[in-house]
Each structure stands twice: as C-alpha cells, then as structure tokens.
C-alpha cells in the first residue's frame, strides 16, 4: 500500500509527461519541479531512480557525474593534552584569542598525496602555505622545522603566541610540533578544536575556499 506513486492516474501520467519532457529539453530536476505545479525535485530524482516510465539515473546530467558516496568510518580524532583544548584557547582571553594564528592542511587534486599547511594569522588574515608531500605527521614536523630555520626560534616565539589547530592525524604529535612553535616548559602556544568543530577555526577553512 506503501509502493508506488501517490497520485490519480491521470495526475500521475501528467507529471510523468512534464519530467520525460524536461528531462529530454536538459532541464535540472529544480527547474523541471519549479515548472510543474505539485512537483517537487526530491520527487522528480525519486521517480526517476525508481524507473518510472522507463527513465534512468543515466538521463539527470550531473547524478551520474557524481563520484558514489563514501561509507567508510569517520576518522578516529587526536588525542592531546586537556591543557590544549579549545575550552583552554578561550580562556586565554579575548585579545590573545583574536591574535592566534589557525592551522591546518589542504589536500591536493584527487589521487594526489601532496598538500599544503597553511596558517593564517587572524588579525591580518596573512596566509602562509607550506607545500608537504603527503598529510602525515612527519611532513608536517619538516614544514614547521623548515619555517623555525628561517625565522630562528625567537622570531617563531615572537611571530607564534598561540596557533589553534584540528584534530587531523597530521597533527598528532603534540610536544614536537608546540615546540618549533615557540613553547617552552610551563607553556601551552598550541591548542586543538573540538572534534568535528572545524567551524572554531573558521577564518581559516573560508580562506581555504
């Protein structure tokens, strides 16, 4: 009772018309449902999915373009230091806050291992991008040892008062990088968002885009 399409017969042929017709035109499912009265897009993807007439997925122009959805099990967050949470970040102030610099990678083209770190610092929206050849711990260890060379480590202290960062694998060891940042004993300069809140560091995931 639940099958099928919930529709009079004659309804139901006369959308079924609008949609092989719109489709056949190279409509969008939008454009096809914001010209037939009582018809949504969902429902317009739905028929079609379910072969309706017999259409196929293959007729919506950009659905099989669509790389298929990726079932695999979120990424296990990075552990660190409760010193280092985003409730510590916060309450260094309002002033030391709005002063931090954002860190993060930025994966390359599809099927490529190289990709860049990147820190923005919040005030200038000033962004450096460090090319890494591939996203794991090391490479980003090379990077920041690499920047430290150039800027000795008063200026790292100087340029790095506090960097918030997520919780990527690539940043996992915590000690080593905090310490090209600057930190020294009795210290915290790096802090972590919380798991699955890239959104704190928001200036920088916009400045990505």
Request: proline share 4%; net charge neutral; charged share 25%.
């Amino acid at each position: 009772s639940r099958s099928g399409i919930d529709e009079t017969e004659e309804g139901a042929a006369a959308k079924l018309a609008a949609i092989r017709d719109g489709l056949a035109r190279g409509l969008s499912p939008q454009q096809i449902a914001a010209a037939t009265p009582g018809l949504s897009a969902s429902t317009v993807y739905r028929w079609v999915d379910a072969g309706y007439d017999g259409m196929t997925n293959m007729e919506l122009r950009r659905k099989v373009g669509y790389r298929p959805r990726s079932r695999r099990a979120p990424k296990r967050a990075t552990s660190h230091s409760s010193r280092r949470s985003h409730a510590s970040f916060l309450a260094l102030g309002e002033d030391a806050c709005a002063a931090a610099w954002e860190m993060d990678t930025v994966e390359g083209s599809r099927g490529d291992s190289a990709r860049l770190l990147t820190l923005l610092h919040r005030p200038s929206r000033f962004q450096l991008a460090l090319p890494l050849p591939d996203g794991t711990c090391a490479s980003v260890l090379a990077a920041l040892s690499s920047l430290r060379g150039v800027l000795g480590e008063d200026g790292a202290r100087r340029a790095f008062g506090a960097v918030l960062t997520d919780n990527g694998s690539e940043f996992a060891d915590e000690g080593a990088i905090a310490a090209l940042l600057g930190e020294r004993d009795g210290e915290t300069r790096l802090f972590y968002c919380d798991p699955r809140q890239s959104q704190q560091k928001g200036a920088c995931e916009k400045n990505h885009v």
